[in-house]
């Protein structure tokens, strides 16, 4: 069974830092694309970044975090991370990691993947 436990949530003035965990199991963890969403009140979920697997190694960022936030992987652990700084107000929401991309071409959409964790918390006060 496949499970992804997000950590590392919190709350942090502007400006501030955050570095978020996402622990996997149940899964051969370096095979994966990993993907970081995010979701604010009344809003959609949104794409973060992505970190492909090990073979490929790609990353990506939204425009909205390109330059502030850095993602990474340690697959002896299992683990994704996504390093924030430069916090802003609007990165305020839950951060969901993903992984097992569906094949239907949807990357930078919470539709193409199959598994989530159950998120975590970031608050930015201005």
């Known amino acids: 069974q496949v499970a992804l436990v997000e950590s590392g949530g919190g709350e942090v003035q502007a400006g501030g830092s955050l570095r978020l965990s996402c622990a996997a199991s149940?899964?051969?963890?370096?095979?994966?694309?990993m993907a970081w969403f995010r979701q604010a009140p009344g809003k959609e979920r949104e794409f973060v970044s992505t970190?492909?697997?090990?073979?490929?190694?790609?990353?990506d960022y939204s425009d909205s975090v390109k330059g502030r936030f850095t993602v990474s992987r340690d697959n002896a652990r299992n683990t994704a991370y996504l390093q924030m700084d430069s916090l802003k107000p609007e990165d305020t929401g839950v951060y969901y990691c993903?992984?097992?991309?569906?094949?239907?071409?949807?990357?930078?959409?919470?539709?193409?993947?199959?598994?989530w964790g159950q998120g975590t918390q970031v608050t930015v006060s201005s």
């Open positions: 149940g899964l051969t963890f370096s095979f994966y694309t």
């Open positions: 993903a992984t097992f991309l569906l094949g239907n071409g949807l990357t930078y959409r919470p539709e193409g993947y199959r598994y």
């Open positions: 970190i492909t697997r090990r073979d490929s190694l790609s990353i």
